[in-house]
């Protein structure tokens, strides 16, 4: 049996949301469209249900021989075209004037979940995949489409058409045909409901499936390399195909459910519409109903049956549509992990001072990655923060645009603690070339652009040129037209690097972070880019973090991380001087690049490696 509490409470928050979408406050023209659309619909239902009548009247005109056949029975006709075409009219205005209503709130709720996506934190999105997070948001714009057509263009319309019919029936016929219509009406409406409350399972099923392998499929193909390199083919493969063994079971009983939910439809209209056309022919027998009231009959029930037909597809469709909805929706309700204060200021920034006060940071409670970090950036300086791998140097980045709130001690920027700032002014403030570059499926221009979307095409080829990379853009045969392919894959490692260099460059901030920004170039191209480096961070507060400790031997000081702890500070030369953990890395990486130079020869000698 249905029960209507089966109606999560998620899918009414959604709903709920949607209607706000749907009659926005602020937006009195859609709400006129809605108004007027309404009105439409009720014209086109009335006019619709009259159709029949002058149908009937006809007939029973041409039954009856002292009637001139030219007079009334062609009045009657023509009267029946002319009111199908008004009903068709009045349809279609509906549909015209309500479009633009449906599309302003698909538009508008699509726009107001990307924006949040974009407003929650670094942690929610590590934690999802973007192939499911991406067909999440496809499905429920999708959803929100559906659930306004149907609604708007059949459930609704039905039901007017339902009462329309009823109405009609009852008044011109006995009680008992508008009775055995509604009773017939209402236990098809049960079963579809009950049947479809029964399939959302299976539905659910399906779509979490097809959302884990679409994700599977799309993290396989970008990172297609990989799977070449480990030779992981079939291994990708059995992955995908796991799960698509679960939707095929899933769909099958999908399929199977459909099925029953179907035929018991038929049964119900047949068995409604037998028994009221029996009753019709008996009262014709009778001579209480004339040929043209059977004919009438006859096509009101088809006339209802068929949108009756389409309001159980449309339900189903709607129940899958709220599924989807729903996901998309529930984004909308996972809070920030960092947000502004209300009426938080904009960073004031004038020097670029960095201060780091006594932060201790965790990304979990049980895991702490900083402890106690004290250290100062001077305005116009550089600060390089060096460490081996898991020491915390990643953090402190992330930490200083934000991605994460310190709950333990401060950072300050010219004396404004960061938390207490807006976070775009912040951001903006900073420009930063991290070690993993990720570009956009787009155009090398589009990319380097980034940093200033405003930018000119001189601007770009400036910052280019400073990156060291408009030598190579220039040589491609579509230059800086020239698409980059998804996330940069037909670009080198070295190439995304530098062109991720001319957009900081083309940004300008006052503040500088490199974050192992030339762990992907050749000893010659760092050497280059560490002199444009050096030369674009002249006067400015600039944060070096870097594993290669050549990289940062011209810092003004430079802190060296264990375990989220300071455990030396100081210049290249002090902290050789202090001949402990810094130096025997130094001393480390010395012999690994000299032994490296001194294969050289033997591997580039075409006599030896012949």
Wanted: proline share 3%; charged share 20%.
């Amino acid at each position: 049996m249905l029960n209507l509490q089966n109606i999560s409470p998620s899918s009414l928050r959604a709903l709920k949301t949607l209607l706000i979408y749907l009659w926005p406050s602020n937006e009195a023209g859609l709400k006129a469209r809605i108004v007027g659309a309404m009105t439409l619909l009720i014209f086109s239902k009335a006019i619709n249900v009259s159709v029949p009548i002058f149908y009937k009247k006809s007939i029973d005109a041409l039954s009856n021989p002292t009637l001139s056949l030219v007079i009334v029975p062609i009045g009657f006709l023509i009267a029946y075209g002319v009111a199908r075409i008004l009903a068709q009219a009045f349809n279609e205005l509906k549909d015209a004037l309500f479009a633009k209503v449906s599309q302003r709130s698909i538009r508008t709720a699509g726009l107001e979940t990307f924006r949040h996506l974009h407003q929650l934190s670094l942690r929610f999105h590590l934690d999802r995949k973007t192939g499911g997070l991406s067909r999440a948001i496809e499905k429920g714009i999708q959803a929100i489409d559906t659930i306004l057509q149907f609604s708007m263009f059949n459930i609704v319309p039905t039901i007017i058409e339902i009462l329309f019919v009823c109405c009609m029936l009852w008044t011109f016929y006995e009680t008992i045909f508008m009775v055995l219509t509604l009773v017939t009406v209402i236990i098809y409406i049960w079963y579809t409901l009950a049947i479809t409350e029964w399939r959302t399972t299976f539905v659910r099923d399906m779509n979490r499936v097809d959302s884990e392998a679409n994700a599977k499929a799309i993290d396989s193909l970008l990172n297609y390399e990989t799977v070449k390199y480990f030779g992981n083919e079939t291994h990708e493969e059995q992955r995908f195909d796991a799960s698509l063994k679960i939707f095929e079971k899933a769909a099958v009983k999908s399929k199977v459910s459909l099925s029953t939910l179907n035929i018991g439809q038929g049964i119900i209209i047949a068995l409604g519409s037998s028994t009221i056309m029996i009753l019709a022919a008996y009262r014709i027998i009778k001579g209480t109903m004339t040929l043209g009231d059977l004919v009438l009959v006859n096509a009101y029930l088809i006339q209802l049956y068929m949108p009756l037909n389409i309001l159980g597809f449309a339900y189903r469709s709607i129940k899958m549509a709220l599924v989807d909805i729903e996901q998309m929706f529930g984004f909308l309700e996972v809070k920030p992990e960092v947000s502004d204060q209300p009426a938080a200021p904009d960073l004031q920034i004038s020097k670029g001072e960095i201060v780091f006060d006594d932060v201790s940071f965790g990304y979990n409670s049980d895991r702490i990655v900083l402890h106690n970090l004290s250290f100062t950036v001077p305005p116009g300086k550089t600060l390089a923060i060096v460490g081996s791998s898991g020491a915390g140097k990643s953090t402190i980045s992330r930490l200083l645009f934000r991605f994460y709130d310190v709950k333990h001690g401060s950072i300050r920027i010219d004396g404004q603690d960061i938390r207490n700032v807006t976070q775009h002014s912040l951001r903006k403030a900073i420009g930063i070339v991290p070690q993993d570059t990720v570009l956009f499926n787009d155009t090398i221009f589009y990319n380097i652009a980034y940093g200033n979307p405003h930018a000119t095409f001189e601007e770009v080829q400036k910052a280019a040129r400073l990156a060291e990379i408009h030598s190579f853009i220039s040589e491609l045969p579509a230059g800086y037209d020239t698409a980059v392919g998804e996330r940069g894959l037909k670009l080198s490692g070295g190439e995304k690097q530098r062109i991720a260099i001319a957009r900081t460059i083309l940004k300008n901030p006052l503040i500088f972070l490199f974050d192992e920004a030339t762990s992907a170039l050749d000893t010659h191209t760092e050497k280059a880019i560490q002199v444009q480096l050096k030369a674009m961070s002249a006067n400015h507060t600039t944060l070096i973090i870097a594993h290669r400790l050549s990289t940062v031997i011209d810092a003004d000081e430079i802190i060296v991380l264990d375990k989220g702890r300071i455990i030396e500070r100081g210049t290249h030369q002090d902290l050789l001087k202090i001949n402990s953990h810094y130096a025997k890395m130094w001393l480390r990486q010395q012999e690994a690049q000299e032994k490296q130079s001194s294969l050289l020869p033997i591997i580039e000698n075409p006599i030896l490696t012949s």
